[in-house]
């Protein structure tokens, strides 16, 4: 290992070394090694890099190093522009956290209620990581202050922008200490990024991470297809190619919807995500997603920033991004953890002009595959191996997961392999069932007591 790629090169305090070791943190990634050491230095910062680059430890960390666990006042705060990447970013920051005691974390978004947001506040909190409307509102009412704030981070600025959040950002900005640090993250560049750098940092080192994938890592087909025929394309491509789960990137949420809507009529288990949708909505299609109650996740670019899905089998572009660095970030998501990975785009004949300028973007020349080249399969994913079960109590109720493997498992005698993931949230839990047992478990389980109580419960479909 080079030493310039040891965490043990930098300025760190040996609880937070230990911790990293501990995490099996060995070298610090491209984006780690260029930023760390200009924001220990106290600069501000501008940095280019992609999701899954390692920058959450990257900022994380110099956020940690800094902070004084024993003045309970808000010394860090990260704004993200989605729900799903807050939680993303809180759960990082509290594992590199683990060895500093009494650091308190807390996360406010939109979607939750507010009462226990502020109660937590009320008692101190170190570091905030929040959405922009929550933060807002937080701020109005004065239950958050930022007076006291060290470090500033906004992350995935673009996508904020994007979003419409660019006054909030600024009033959220205004709130904080002119004595901040303050570091951007973003995907991409664009002129009005620019432009607000300008007015919240001051004279920042800037760096770009190439948001480039190993071609040997990602095996990238492209497909020509008619724009009527591109729907049946995605069945086409879902059946011949078999992956366990895939998403499927639409550039408009009308799309996302009809795609949606005809790949379950085709018997083919799809969920969509996108922008329009209710928060409790979201958090149940990504639930059942990632714990295989679903096969395909159809998906727009603002609605999947930020999602932590392993294992991904496949990423099918429905619709070609006009832009380059959103393809690589949206294919940049399988093939992870070196697990080879499959990249399919679909492009009509008007749409080619984008994919040249993929090609010039990432130096890898396009190859095309014939529709009907495909075999159609026989045996088909359509129907997920899982369901999900859906119980009226959580964390408040005392509930944990074993309760559910112990009811589930020795009560009713399930195999362990039967019972998928278990997601306890603070009032309602979530339980994947094997799909051929499922509705039978959830009569059982609707009439049998979970530590000592009946609760209500549905399946979700």
Same mark, same amino acid.
């Given at each position: 290992m080079s030493d310039?790629?040891?965490?043990?090169?930098? *300025?760190?305090?040996?609880?937070?070394? @230990?911790?990293?070791?501990?995490?099996?943190?060995?070298?610090?990634?491209? %984006?780690?090694?260029?930023?760390? *050491?200009?924001?220990?230095?106290q600069r501000d910062l501008i940095a280019q890099a992609k999701t899954g680059s390692g920058k959450t430890a990257a900022f994380g960390l110099g956020m940690l190093a800094k902070l004084n666990p024993t003045y309970f006042a808000v010394q860090g705060l990260v704004i993200c522009p989605t729900r799903e990447l807050a939680d993303q970013v809180a759960?990082?920051?509290?594992?590199?956290?683990?060895?500093?005691?009494?650091?308190? %974390?807390?996360?406010?978004?939109?979607?939750?209620?507010? /009462?226990?947001?502020? #109660?937590?506040?009320?008692?101190?909190?170190?570091?905030?990581?929040?959405?922009?409307?929550? =933060?807002? &509102?937080?701020?109005?009412?004065?239950s958050l202050q930022l007076n006291a704030v060290q470090t500033l981070v906004l &992350?995935?600025?673009?996508?904020?922008? @994007?979003?419409?959040?660019?006054?909030?950002?600024?009033?959220?900005?205004?709130?904080?200490?002119? /004595? /901040?640090?303050?570091? =951007?993250?973003?995907?991409?560049?664009?002129? &009005?990024?620019?432009?607000?750098?300008?007015?919240l940092l001051r004279d920042p080192e800037e760096i770009q991470i190439e948001a480039q994938h190993s071609s040997n890592q990602i095996e990238q087909h492209f497909f020509h297809v008619s724009q009527e025929g591109r729907n049946q394309a995605v069945a086409r491509l879902l059946l011949h190619y078999q992956p366990s789960s895939s998403i499927a990137?639409?550039?408009?949420?009308?799309?996302?919807?009809?795609?949606?809507?005809?790949?379950?009529?085709?018997?083919?288990?799809?969920?969509?995500?996108?922008?329009?949708?209710?928060?409790?909505?979201? @958090?149940?299609?990504?639930?059942r997603f990632a714990n295989q109650s679903c096969s395909v996740l159809v998906a727009t670019d603002v609605a999947a920033r930020g999602l932590d899905i392993q294992n991904l089998g496949a990423v099918i572009n429905v619709d070609i991004s006009k832009d380059s660095e959103v393809h690589?970030?949206?294919?940049g998501r399988t093939g992870r953890a070196g697990e080879q990975g499959l990249a399919l785009s679909l492009a009509t004949s008007g749409e080619k002009k984008w994919v040249r300028l993929i090609e010039e973007?990432?130096?890898?020349?396009?190859?095309?595959?014939?529709?009907?080249?495909?075999? @159609?399969?026989?045996?088909?994913?359509l129907q997920a191996p899982m369901m999900t079960i859906c119980i009226q109590g959580g964390k408040k109720d005392k509930l944990r997961p074993g309760d559910l493997l112990g009811a589930l498992c020795a009560d009713l005698g399930l195999q362990k392999a039967q019972v998928g993931k278990i997601n306890v949230s603070e009032f309602v839990t979530y339980v994947a069932i094997e799909?051929?047992? #499922?509705? &039978?478990?959830?009569?059982?389980?609707?009439?049998s007591q979970i530590k000592g109580r009946q609760f209500k419960m549905r399946m979700i479909d």
């Open positions: 310039t790629l040891s965490f043990s090169s930098l *300025p760190l305090a040996p609880a937070l070394l @230990d911790n990293l070791a501990s995490l099996g943190y060995q070298q610090m990634t491209p %984006i780690q090694a260029a930023s760390l *050491p200009i924001i220990l230095q759960n990082e920051l509290r594992r590199l956290a683990r060895r500093i005691e009494n650091v308190k %974390i807390v996360t406010l978004c939109g979607g939750t209620p507010m /009462r226990p947001q502020m #109660a937590s506040l009320e008692f101190g909190a170190h570091i905030v990581v929040g959405t922009p409307g929550r =933060l807002i &509102d937080h701020i109005s009412r004065g &992350d995935e600025a673009d996508r904020m922008v @994007d979003m419409g959040f660019y006054d909030d950002i600024y009033e959220i900005v205004g709130a904080c200490s002119p /004595r /901040r640090q303050t570091l =951007l993250f973003s995907a991409t560049y664009p002129d &009005d990024i620019r432009a607000a750098s300008e007015q990137f639409c550039n408009t949420k009308i799309h996302c919807r009809e795609l949606t809507e005809e790949l379950n009529a085709q018997g083919i288990s799809a969920l969509a995500l996108h922008g329009d949708m209710e928060q409790r909505d979201r @958090d149940e299609v990504l639930i690589i970030h949206r294919i973007y990432s130096g890898i020349s396009a190859q095309w595959l014939e529709l009907d080249s495909l075999s @159609d399969a026989t045996e088909s994913l799909r051929a047992i #499922a509705h &039978d478990t959830l009569q059982r389980l609707s009439r």
